[in-house]
């Protein structure tokens, strides 16, 4: 009986040790992050909006008469 406890305990030791080391060596490559900020980044932060009308305001999509996004080289 205590060599199966003690047996138990090894194998529930190397699982544990081979979890934690799959659980560190798991990195998050620089593409995948900049992918997630680009996505978490509003595209035009510039957005005027005026008037009441029909068309929809970008930036928080009430019925506007006229909206202006000012051209960025960068987008």
Known sequence: MKKI???MGVVAIAMGGYVYKKQSSA???SLLLENIE?????????????????VDCPFNHDKVY???APYNLYY
């Open 5 to 7: 406890l003690v047996f």
């Open 27 to 29: 990195r998050i490559s």
């Open 38 to 54: 680009a996505l978490a980044d509003t595209e035009t932060t510039n957005i005027i909006c005026l008037g009441t009308g029909s």
């Open 66 to 68: 006229y909206y202006h």
